[in-house]
T-cell receptor, first 121, second 110 residues
Framework: GAVVSQHPSWVICKSGTSVKIECRSL??????MFWYRQFPKQSLMLMAT?????????EQGVEKDKFLINHASLTLSTLTVTSAHPEDSSFYIC?????????????????FGEGSRLTVL | GQSLEQPSEVTAVEGAIVQMNCTYQ??????LSWYQQHDGGAPTFLSY????GLEETGRFSSFLSRSDSYGYLLLQELQMKDSASYFC???????????FGPGTRLSVLP
């Protein structure tokens, strides 16, 4: 099956610093990747849709300048949390769609990375 | 707007059958997916319905009624390892966006 790898799994940083999280599709090309944020015992909140070669589309209420998303290749998207503060502490998860060849309809499946738990001190 | 509703918690015993419902209101609809997430882990795909009816995959079945904007996930022969959160997700906006429901936390008791 398709594999999405996310790094780092855990990160602890000081307030005011920036943290970069990588999301890689290992065995397929992902023109679209999604970034989510999840608080304990809550649902996945879509932050932004990352499109290869173009600007990300952010959900309402998500600060573009604080959560920088770059999708420079068909297998890599990065999320950078800039000037992190304790309220940014959360579980961040990426996912990717696998586009099938020949115009076939995909299964609607999203492939998720393992998630990155960010703690800002 | 987009909204999905799921019961917050369900409890059942090993070997039983449990049904978890999902109702949705979205601006567009292309399909309904179900995901399982254990505490601290990533969501994993369970099932997808684009058309009305029942889809079966082993112990898991998923149902969709587009006219009722309703679907459910059915788990049979429950096992302790099935204790997890289950999220429904709607594909909308020409299939580009995926919106997740609040999730149902399933607890399986011995």
């Amino acid at each position: 099956g398709a594999v999405v790898s996310q790094h780092p799994s855990w990160v602890i940083c000081k307030s005011g610093t920036s943290v970069k999280i990588e999301c890689r599709s290992l065995d397929f090309q992902a023109t679209t990747m999604f970034w989510y944020r999840q608080f304990p015992k809550q649902s996945l909140m879509l932050m932004a849709t990352s499109n290869e070669g173009s600007k990300a589309t952010y959900e309402q209420g998500v600060e573009k300048d604080k959560f920088l998303i770059n999708h420079a290749s068909l297998t890599l998207s990065t999320l950078t949390v800039t000037s992190a503060h304790p309220e940014d502490s959360s579980f961040y998860i990426c996912s990717a769609r696998r586009i099938l060849a020949g115009g076939l309809a995909d299964t609607g499946e999203l492939f998720f990375g393992e998630g990155s738990r960010l703690t800002v001190l | 707007g987009q909204s999905l509703e799921q019961p917050s918690e369900v409890t059942a015993v090993e070997g039983a059958i449990v049904q978890m419902n999902c109702t949705y209101q979205t601006s567009g609809f292309y399909g309904l997916s179900w995901y399982q997430q254990h505490d601290g882990g990533a969501p994993t795909f369970l099932s997808y319905n684009a058309l009305d009816g029942l889809e079966e995959t082993g112990r898991f079945s998923s149902f969709l009624s587009r006219s009722d904007s309703y679907g459910y996930l059915l788990l049979q022969e429950l096992q302790m390892k099935d204790s997890a959160s289950y999220f429904c997700a709607v594909r909308d906006n020409y299939g580009q966006n995926f919106v997740f429901g609040p999730g149902t936390r399933l607890s399986v008791l011995p």
